[in-house]
C-alpha cells in the first residue's frame, strides 16, 4: 500500500508552533495555466527557495465523464469518445477498444485490416514521439526544434488525412476491422515519408542530442531507479529509460505484432537523458515495423461483416501499448449492448504519481524538465 | 549667461536624439528579429501590416500604448510606476560616450569605457525593484536569479575590458578607436572577445541566459504584473541594452568606425558603425533562437568556473605580451 | 584536469554545429502557407459536415427513413421524421434536421446507413455569429 499524503485542494498553512521552523518556505502554483504545453495541470510546490520541497499534483481540471458515457451509451456510439482521450495517439486507444470488442463477442479481424490496424497506429505513435520532442524541448527554452518537428509531424498528418478524414482524433477503426481501405497513394506517400524522416534524424541529432546544454540539463536529472519504477507500476518509455525491457508489444503481444523484427531500446541510468533517447530510438523503431508492414501487406477484407453484438454478462480487458505506456481497457458486459462499467487504465496517471516521491527536495528547473521527460497528456488522465 | 544657451541646447538636442535612437532602435531590432526568428523556423513572420510586415512593431507600439496600465492593489505602488523609467535611463545614458563616427560623438570622456560599465550595472537595480514591488512571488523568482547572474557575469565582462585598456592604455572610447587604425584588436584578442560577447549576452538576459524572464517555467518572470507601456519600456530597454554590448564591442575589439571608403557615401564612419553592431546583434539573434536555457546553479558555474579563469589568464598574458613587446621595440 | 579541457572543446563544437543547422534552415524557403491568401488543396476525404447524396438517376435523396443513422448517433443530433407511403411499401422523409453543434464527425451515421444515403462534405470553412446557422435542414439542401 503506497503511503500518501492528505492532499486537500488548498495548502494548509503551518501552525503556530512549526511557524518558526518553516517561515521561509512559501506554496506555489505551478497552476492550471502554463506555458507548458502538458495540459491543465496543477501541481502545489512547497518551495525552499529554489527547491521544491514537496510537489503535490491536483488533477480533475479537465474531467470530461468519458467512463460515464462508456455505461450510458451502446457500445458502438463509444468511437466519438476514444479518439479524444489522449488525442495525440488517438490511433492506439482506437485500438483498444475495437480490440477489446472483438475480444468480449469472439470476433475474428481479417489479416489486411489489422496489417491497416499495425500501419496507422504505428504512424501516429510516430506523430506522437515527434510532438512530445518539439514540446519537451520547448520546454527547456529552446524555440526552434518544435517547430522543426512539427513540419514533419505534418506529412504525417497529410497521410493520414487522406484515409481517415481527420487528423486528431481519429475514429478510424471498427469491430471488425477499419472503415476504409488504404489504397496505393497511401502506400507510395509512406515510403516517401519513411525516407524523408530519417534523412531529417541526424539533423535532430546534431541540434538537440549532442547539444551541450540539453546534456548538462538532462543527464543524472530525475533518476528512477527499477525499484521504484515497479512499485508505481510507470509504463512505457519512463519505465524502459529505467532498464527494464517492457513492452507489450513484445511481453503480451497483440494483433500482428508477432511477425514483426523490431528492437525495444532500453536505457541504463533512469535519469530524463536516458528517458529522452528511449523514445527517440523507438521513432527508428516504429519506421522500421512500418517498412515490414508495408512490404508484407497482404490482400483481402478490410472489415469483417459483423452481425449485432450483446456483450455477455463477464469481465474482458484488452492492453496496448501507447506512446506513453500500457494502456488496458477493462470492460463488464451484463448482456445488453451498453457496458456494465468501461474502465480505462491510462499510463500517464500511473507516470505522474512517481512525482511527489521523485521530485522532493529539487529544482524547480528540474522539475520542469522531469515532468517533460514524462511525457504526460493531462486530458488522458482526467478523461 | 547667454553663453550657456548653446551649450543647454546643444545638450537637449542630444538627449532628445539618443532617447529617440533608443525607441528606432527597438522599432529595427524588433522587426528583425521576428524575421529572423520567423526564417529560422521555416515560416514568413510579420507580413500583414504594410509590404513585408515592415509597420508590424510601428502598429504594435500604438496598440501597446492603448493598453490599460493594470497596478496590482498590494503592488508598492511608486516603486511599480518608476521601475520601467528606471530601466530605461542607464541603458540610454551611456549613449553619451559612444563614438558613431570620427566627429558624431555626444561628448568624449576621458573614462568613457569606466564611465558605461558604471551606469550599466544600474540595470541589476531595476530588475530587483521590478520584482520586488510585483508582490508576485514569480517576479521575485525572476528578480532573485537575475541578480546572481548580473554579478557574476560583470566579472568577466570587466577582466576582458581591462585587457584592451591595458594595451591602448586609455579609457577614452575615441582613442581605443584610433588605437586600431592598423590592425583590429580582435585579432590580437580573439579570446577576450569571445569571453566579453559571452558575459555581454548574459549580461542583457538573452538566451541561453535568461532565466529572469524564463517564460515556460515562471510565466514571465520580473515582468509578469506590467502591461502597456510599462512592458514595453523594458522591451525597448533590453533591445537598447543589447545595443550598448554589442557597440562596446564593436568599439573595442572590431575597429570601431573605421573601414574602407565608400564612394558614393560622405559618412561611412557611421556607416560601417551601425553595420558592424547590427551584424553583432543579429548574431546574438540567431543565437537565441537556436539554444535552450542553460540551469541556474549550471550558469554560475560556467561563469565562476570557466569565463572568469580564462580572462584571468588572458590579462595576465597580456600584460606580459606588452612588456615584451615593448622591450623588443624598444631594443630594435 | 584533462576533462575539463576536454568538456569545453566538445561543447563549444556541438553548439557551433546547432549554429550551423539553424543557418542552413534560416536559407531554405518556408513551409507554410499564407492562409487566408493562399489556400491548399485539400484532400475529398477530409470529414466536412454531413449531407444528404443526391442520387443522378432520380435528382433527390436515397434515404428511405429507416431511422438508423439516428439512433447510432452519440450525441443524438440528427432528428428525422417520415410519414407512411401513399402507395407501396416505405416511408416517405419528410424532415430531416442535423445540428452540426453536437456533431463529432465520428462517423457512425455515415458507417450503418444501408443504402449510404449521407456522407461526409469538404466543407471545413464553417464560421458564423450565430448558433442556428448550423442548425441545418438536409432535405431542404438536397431538394434544391
Redesign the interface.
Known amino acids: 500500500m503506497i503511503n500518501t499524503p492528505d492532499i486537500s485542494i488548498t495548502p494548509v498553512p503551518p501552525g503556530p508552533g512549526e511557524k518558526a521552523a518553516k517561515a521561509h518556505r512559501f506554496y506555489l502554483n505551478l497552476g492550471p495555466q502554463h506555458p507548458s504545453t502538458h495540459g491543465v495541470l496543477r501541481v502545489i510546490l512547497e518551495m525552499d527557495g529554489e527547491y521544491v520541497l514537496d510537489p503535490q499534483p491536483d488533477l480533475g481540471f479537465g474531467h470530461r465523464m468519458h467512463e460515464k458515457m462508456g455505461e450510458t451509451r451502446p457500445w458502438s456510439q463509444f468511437f466519438a469518445n476514444v479518439g479524444r482521450m489522449d488525442y495525440v495517439n488517438a490511433m492506439a486507444f482506437n485500438h483498444g477498444y475495437a480490440a477489446l470488442i472483438e475480444r468480449a463477442a469472439g470476433i475474428e479481424v481479417p489479416r489486411r485490416a489489422e496489417y491497416i490496424r499495425v500501419i496507422t497506429a504505428e504512424l501516429n505513435r510516430l506523430a506522437s514521439h515527434l510532438l512530445w520532442v518539439g514540446a519537451f524541448i520547448l520546454d527547456l527554452g529552446a524555440f526552434t526544434p518544435i517547430l522543426y518537428t512539427f513540419d514533419d509531424r505534418e506529412s504525417i498528418l497529410d497521410i493520414l488525412e487522406d484515409i481517415t478524414g481527420s487528423r486528431l482524433t481519429y475514429s478510424y477503426f471498427r469491430v471488425g476491422g477499419v472503415m476504409k481501405d488504404i489504397d496505393d497513394t497511401f502506400i507510395s506517400r509512406t515510403r516517401a515519408f519513411i525516407k524523408q524522416l530519417r534523412d531529417r534524424f541526424p539533423m535532430y541529432e546534431t541540434l538537440v542530442n549532442t547539444n551541450v546544454i540539453i546534456k548538462n540539463r538532462m543527464t543524472g536529472v530525475g533518476v528512477i531507479s527499477p525499484d521504484m519504477a515497479r512499485r508505481y507500476g510507470v509504463t512505457g518509455g519512463v519505465l524502459r529509460g529505467s532498464g527494464i525491457p517492457y513492452d507489450v508489444r513484445k511481453n503480451a503481444p497483440y494483433s500482428v505484432y508477432p511477425e514483426f523484427d523490431f528492437l525495444v531500446p532500453v536505457g541504463k541510468n533512469g535519469d530524463s537523458m536516458d528517458r529522452y533517447l528511449v523514445k527517440f530510438a523507438e521513432m527508428e523503431q516504429s519506421l522500421r515495423i512500418i517498412e515490414q508492414a508495408l512490404d508484407k501487406l497482404p490482400e483481402g477484407d478490410f472489415r469483417a461483416k459483423v452481425k449485432r453484438i450483446k456483450l455477455n454478462p463477464g469481465m474482458t480487458s484488452f492492453s496496448v501499448e501507447t506512446a506513453r505506456g500500457e494502456l488496458t481497457f477493462f470492460l463488464m458486459g451484463d448482456g445488453s449492448d451498453t457496458p456494465y462499467r468501461l474502465k480505462i487504465r491510462v499510463p500517464s496517471f500511473s507516470n505522474l504519481s512517481v512525482m511527489p516521491e521523485l521530485c522532493s527536495y529539487m529544482l524547480l528547473s528540474d522539475l520542469v524538465t522531469v515532468m517533460g521527460s514524462f511525457d504526460l497528456v493531462i486530458p488522458e488522465i482526467d478523461r | 549667461m547667454h553663453e550657456l544657451i548653446p551649450i543647454i541646447a546643444r545638450a537637449l538636442v542630444y538627449a532628445i536624439v539618443m532617447i529617440a535612437f533608443g525607441f528606432v532602435n527597438a522599432l529595427v531590432m524588433g522587426y528583425l528579429e521576428r524575421k529572423i526568428a520567423a526564417k529560422i523556423q521555416r515560416r514568413p513572420g510579420p507580413m500583414e501590416v504594410g509590404p513585408y510586415g515592415i509597420l508590424q512593431l510601428v502598429v504594435d507600439g500604438i496598440k501597446i500604448i492603448g493598453k490599460q496600465l493594470i497596478i496590482p492593489k498590494e503592488a508598492d505602488g511608486p516603486l511599480f510606476r518608476f521601475a520601467p523609467l528606471l530601466s530605461f535611463a542607464p541603458v540610454v545614458l551611456p549613449f553619451i560616450v559612444i563614438p558613431f563616427s570620427k566627429e558624431l560623438q555626444a561628448k568624449d570622456f576621458s573614462l568613457g569605457l569606466l564611465f558605461i560599465v558604471t551606469i550599466a550595472s544600474i540595470n541589476v537595480l531595476t530588475i530587483v525593484i521590478a520584482g520586488w514591488s510585483s508582490n508576485n512571488k514569480y517576479s521575485l523568482f525572476g528578480a532573485m536569479r537575475s541578480v546572481a547572474q548580473n554579478i557574476s557575469f560583470e566579472v568577466p565582462v570587466l577582466l576582458s575590458i581591462l585587457c584592451i585598456a591595458l594595451m591602448t592604455g586609455t579609457y577614452s572610447m575615441q582613442g581605443i578607436v584610433q588605437a586600431q587604425d592598423t590592425v583590429w584588436f580582435i585579432l590580437i584578442q580573439p579570446f577576450a572577445f569571445i569571453i566579453y560577447f559571452i558575459a555581454g549576452l548574459a549580461e542583457t538576459n538573452r538566451n541561453p541566459f535568461d532565466l529572469p524572464e524564463a517564460e515556460s517555467e515562471l510565466t514571465a518572470g520580473y515582468h509578469t504584473e506590467y502591461s502597456g507601456f510599462g512592458f514595453s519600456l523594458f522591451m525597448i530597454a533590453e533591445y537598447a541594452n543589447m545595443f550598448l554590448v554589442c557597440s562596446i564591442a564593436t568599439v573595442l575589439f572590431l575597429g570601431g568606425w573605421h573601414g574602407f571608403k565608400l564612394p558614393f557615401f560622405e559618412y561611412t564612419g557611421a556607416f560601417w558603425f551601425l553595420t558592424k553592431v547590427y551584424v553583432l546583434m543579429l548574431v546574438m539573434v540567431w543565437i537565441r533562437w537556436t539554444f535552450p536555457r542553460v540551469r541556474f546553479d549550471q550558469l554560475l558555474n560556467f561563469s565562476w568556473k570557466y569565463l572568469i579563469p580564462f580572462s584571468l589568464v588572458n590579462l595576465a598574458l597580456t600584460a606580459v605580451g606588452i612588456k615584451v613587446f615593448e622591450s623588443v621595440r624598444g631594443m630594435i | 584536469m584533462s576533462r575539463y579541457f576536454t568538456?569545453?572543446y566538445?561543447?563549444?563544437k556541438?553548439?557551433m554545429?546547432?549554429?550551423?543547422?539553424?543557418?542552413k534552415?534560416?536559407c531554405?524557403?518556408?513551409?507554410?502557407v499564407?492562409y487566408p491568401r493562399q489556400k491548399i488543396d485539400?484532400?475529398p476525404?477530409?470529414?466536412g459536415r454531413l449531407f444528404l447524396v443526391k442520387d443522378e438517376d432520380t435528382g433527390t435523396h436515397c434515404c428511405i427513413s429507416c431511422g438508423r443513422c439516428a439512433r447510432?448517433?452519440?450525441?443524438g443530433c440528427i432528428h428525422l421524421k417520415a410519414v407512411k407511403k401513399e402507395e407501396g411499401k416505405g416511408k416517405d422523409l419528410v424532415q430531416y434536421e442535423y445540428d452540426y453543434t453536437r456533431c463529432?464527425?465520428?462517423?457512425?451515421c455515415v458507417?450503418v446507413c444501408p443504402k449510404n444515403a449521407i456522407d461526409?462534405s469538404n466543407a471545413y470553412e464553417l464560421v458564423s455569429f450565430d448558433k442556428t446557422d448550423f442548425h441545418f435542414n438536409l432535405l431542404e439542401e438536397v431538394e434544391k
Do not use: K, Q
Open positions: 568538456d569545453l566538445y561543447g563549444a556541438s553548439l554545429l546547432g549554429m550551423a543547422v539553424t543557418f534552415a534560416f531554405r524557403p518556408t513551409v507554410t499564407h485539400i484532400t476525404n477530409i470529414r447510432e448517433c452519440p450525441t463529432s464527425l465520428c462517423g457512425s458507417d461526409f
